[in-house]
């Protein structure tokens, strides 16, 4: 039995989250260049992004690019733009045709022009689709988002357009980048490593978190769906106790 067929329809997370990870380490495996990992994990973004909308996946951010990535040698920085540039602008039409709105978190300001007028494009032109949002983050970091929400809402107390009394969890969600968007349920990250690399800290308070070996350009949807049966199976309590939740 596949884990497509052990997928219960009626307990699916509304949002997934991806950290995809391990395309460098798969590409020093057979021999290769780092960027020859990032271009075979371009095959795992479109089977993933397949394999979420196919089971009615709501929202599915992935992780393309931190902050800290800038920190990278220059030429695989340069490479991993030029690949994004490109695969935007090829991926647009499939998106449309399985009708996916991308969306973009991250400080995008940072990119390249031509990578951030690729992406605005292409979030313009998917706009109107309605099965599923494809979020990527770009140039993200989490601290980098929640230091801006709390700039953004300082300046607003200042400028007297709010009580700094009336800051609530909400208030903090309307700042950042995700703002519309409801927190994640299942958090999945591969290549092996147990980290959060400053991704969603905010929005993963309550994540399901799912860890697998597998590098990323290896990640297919049957590892997708092999995570949500195992986010499935675990009881999310929220911290009541397990009485509380049959009721
Ligand atoms: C993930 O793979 C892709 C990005 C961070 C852009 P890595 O490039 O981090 O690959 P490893 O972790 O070094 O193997
Ligand atoms: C996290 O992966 C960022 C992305 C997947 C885009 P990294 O490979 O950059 O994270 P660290 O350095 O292992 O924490
Ligand atoms: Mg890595």
Redesign the pocket.
């Known amino acids: 039995m596949s884990f497509k067929e052990k997928i219960n329809p009626g307990k699916l997370p509304l949002h997934v989250a991806v950290i995809?990870?391990?395309?460098?380490?798969?590409a020093k495996q057979k021999g290769k260049i780092?960027v020859f990992?990032?271009q075979n994990?371009v095959k795992a973004v479109r089977d993933t992004v397949e394999g979420a909308a196919e089971i009615g996946i709501k929202f599915l951010t992935m992780y393309?690019?931190?902050t800290e990535?800038w920190n990278r040698p220059r030429y695989e920085v340069d490479a991993?733009m030029e690949l994004l540039v490109s695969t935007i602008s090829k991926e647009k039409e499939t998106l449309n045709k399985n009708n996916i709105r991308l969306l973009a978190i991250g400080d995008l300001n940072s990119l390249p022009g031509k990578c951030h007028q690729e992406l605005q494009e292409a979030i313009r032109d998917t706009s109107a689709n309605t099965r599923m949002s494809l979020v990527l983050a770009l140039s993200y970091s989490s601290k980098w988002e929640l230091m801006n929400a709390m700039k953004q809402i300082a300046t607003k107390i200042e400028k007297h357009e709010m009580e700094a009394s009336s800051v609530n969890e909400q208030t903090i969600a309307e700042h950042l980048c995700t703002k519309g968007i409801p927190d994640p349920e299942l958090l999945i990250r591969t290549?092996g490593e147990y980290r959060i690399s400053n991704f969603l800290l905010w929005q993963i308070a309550y994540a399901e978190l799912y860890f697998t070996d597998k590098?990323?350009p290896d990640f297919r949807r049957e590892d997708l769906y092999e995570a949500i049966v195992s986010y499935q199976q675990r009881e999310r309590r929220f911290g009541m106790v397990s009485e509380q939740l049959s009721k």
Not at 20 to 26: H, L
């Open positions: 995809m990870d391990g395309n460098g380490r798969w780092r990992g990032h994990g393309a690019f931190s990535n991993l290549s590098l990323w």
